[in-house]
């Protein structure tokens, strides 16, 4: 579809890339954002909707399906429907005010005049054809087929991912999309053919290579990539940038991961390899940066398909070098990944020809943090036997800790580092921090303030939380088995309401409906109850709306949560403040004081998570 804009004078239209390039680039959330405030609510974000009127929010955005709702009203639909509600404009002027906005150069055509429109179409029909061809080759070629076959991938995969192969032949495939009615020049702009310099002739750019073409979310072919199975230079050819294929803006085997995987995960690796290995294994969560650093681009769009970002690079240098440059990259876009170890294996292709997908994933629950990476990769690059490798491991060291934002991280890095490569916390602490910091002189770095306090529930707001969520298990069946999901019967801890909630359970696995007076009869029968604070959830009453009753029950459960992490905290820094008194730790002690520390950062970070998911 080509949009069309009216000016003053003449009709000016989109056209349809640009319309696609818009919509990739958006995020609703950022762009609803500049119109109201939004508030982290589990994995969405809430709000008061901007198109009606209301004190309780009931404007929900979901960043991973990029779509706005309003439970109140009933008004729907993407960012650029968004802006043609609240800017009162129609879609192709939606799209150039997103795209002014976003810096993206509008291409106003005349609509019988489109002809990139059209050109992009043409190279995705000619792309789609050599696709064919190649695995047409493939499936007729032993040699090609005995060396994926070779490499554990089987028919089933190589169908799934339209692998194919180049003839060994320097004009099979310009001969083959001649005959399909292609031009000459419109082929050899995809890169598919070069032109001879000593004649008028074309010939083949792939030949005698692995095919595997390059799709995007859409189902298009839009590039290949090409691998020899013999000594032949270079190892790799991939297409040239075209009007259909930017590198720097796709991730090989983003179609299939977008098609099967949960996006509770994504494995970020270098090779196309690497992706069919894993996914025929049964990881289909796996991706390649087809053989570029990662770009900012396709670091949104590894934030944008998966939760959980891990990155398994080569282990040569050269994969070391992208690995920390990919860090980086997904540190800019609020990302954290962790970083999967191989050990002595070159690749996840290497590792999975020897070990099972129960070795892969035991390797993948060991990832470590990016900061932890770097002090690994630092302890291989330096001597730390001789007295120079430990000062400059430490150094380094010292200047990745002083990026980390959070002061308790920094404690606890330099307490682990001055333990491995015994060297006193207040030289590290002076070359991270200079000659500022101050050090108290029982020589215990001790900075509670370090420690930033978290808004805390009483008791009565906790139990009045669970009170709320009893309540609305006995309303519906439908809230009992939300709720029922989400917390555990542990999890409440008020007696009374743990028995309550115990009876509901027997009594909804009967019935559908539940008598209340008959279940507070039944409560009060158990011995230990407290018959009093039975009749305050008997008399308890709860207002809500029905369009409401998701984000009322995610607050509820936010302050269980909440208080319950709390109390573990407090009991945590307590034993924290023990060991902080003793001049002398031992051993034991020492190894101890670190574990409760990174259990208070732990601890700190899950309550500012819920607090942020809450909107605190």
């Not at 919509?23 to 589990?42: A, F, H, M, P």
């Not at 169908?159 to 192969?165: A, R, S, T, V």
Request: hydrophobic content about 35%; glycine content about 6%; charged content about 30%.
């Amino acid at each position: 579809m080509v949009g069309e804009i009216l000016g003053d004078n003449m009709t000016l239209f989109i056209n349809d890339e640009t319309i696609e390039k818009v919509r990739d680039t958006l995020d609703i959330v950022n762009v609803i954002s500049d119109y109201i405030s939004l508030k982290k609510s589990g994995s969405n974000y809430v709000g008061l909707c901007p198109f009606h009127n209301e004190k309780t929010p009931s404007f929900t955005v979901s960043e991973q399906k990029q779509y706005f709702h309003c439970f109140g009203c009933g008004e729907g639909g993407d960012a650029v429907t968004f802006i043609m509600k609240r800017e009162n404009l129609g879609f192709p002027e939606a799209i150039k005010y997103l795209a002014d906005k976003m810096g993206i150069a509008i291409e106003e055509i005349e609509p019988k005049n489109d002809k990139i429109s059209q050109e992009r179409n043409r190279g995705y029909e000619i792309n789609k054809e050599a696709a064919r061809f190649f695995y047409s080759n493939l499936t007729k070629n032993k040699n090609a087929l005995n060396y994926l076959y070779k490499r554990n991938i089987p028919d089933k995969i190589i169908k799934q991912f339209g692998l194919g192969y180049s003839l060994d032949k320097w004009d099979a495939l310009y001969n083959h999309l001649k005959t399909k009615g292609y031009r000459s020049e419109e082929i050899e702009k995809l890169g598919l053919i070069g032109k001879k310099s000593s004649s008028e002739g074309y010939f083949d750019k792939f030949r005698d290579r692995i095919i595997f073409p390059i799709i995007d979310v859409k189902g298009r072919v839009i590039g290949f990539g090409g691998r020899v199975f013999n000594n032949t230079m270079p190892k790799y050819l991939n297409s040239k940038e075209t009007l259909v294929f930017n590198k720097g803006t796709n991730l090989y085997g983003l179609n299939l991961l977008n098609k099967f995987s949960d996006r509770k995960r994504i494995v970020l690796v270098e090779g196309y390899i690497d992706v069919i290995s894993l996914f025929s294994k049964g990881i289909n969560y796996a991706v390649a940066s087809l053989g570029t650093a990662l770009t900012d681009k396709q670091a949104k769009l590894l934030k944008r398909y998966g939760e959980n970002i891990y990155i398994c690079y080569d282990t040569d240098q050269a994969g070391i070098n992208a690995t920390n440059k990919a860090i980086q990259m997904l540190l800019n876009e609020d990302v954290d990944p962790k970083i999967i170890l191989l050990g002595d294996y070159k690749d996840p292709d290497d590792f999975l020809k020897e070990n099972s997908l129960s070795d892969f994933e035991t390797k993948l629950n060991e990832a470590l943090n990016h900061i932890d990476y770097r002090i690994y990769i630092n302890k291989q690059k330096y001597n730390l036997s001789e007295a120079e490798g430990k000062i400059k491991f430490t150094i380094e060291i010292a200047k990745i800790i002083k990026t980390l934002k959070s002061p308790i991280e920094k404690d606890v890095y330099i307490n682990k580092i001055s333990k491995d490569m015994n060297i006193s916390k207040e030289a590290i602490q002076k070359e991270i921090f200079g000659n500022t910091i101050r050090i108290p002189s029982n020589n215990n770095f001790k900075e509670r303030q370090l420690i930033s306090p978290i808004k805390t529930f009483l008791p009565s707001g906790s139990l009045t939380a669970e009170i709320d969520l009893i309540k609305l298990m006995i309303f519906d069946k439908d809230y009992f088995e939300i709720i029922s999901k989400e917390v555990s019967l542990e999890e409440f801890e008020n007696h009374e309401c743990r028995e309550l909630l115990k009876i509901i359970k027997e009594l909804y696995e009967e019935d559908e409906t539940i008598d209340e007076d008959f279940l507070y009869k039944k409560v009060k029968e158990v011995s230990d109850i407290n018959n009093q604070l039975i009749d305050r959830v008997s008399e308890r009453r709860i207002n809500f709306l029905p369009e409401n009753i998701e984000q009322m029950i995610r607050d509820l459960i936010s302050k269980l949560k909440i208080s319950k992490l709390e109390s573990k905290r407090n009991t945590v820094k307590k034993e924290i403040e023990v060991l902080e008194m003793k001049d002398n730790r031992n051993s034991d002690e020492e190894d101890e004081f670190l574990k409760l520390c990174i259990e208070l950062i732990n601890l700190n970070k899950e309550l500012n998570l819920i607090r942020h998911e809450e909107g605190r």
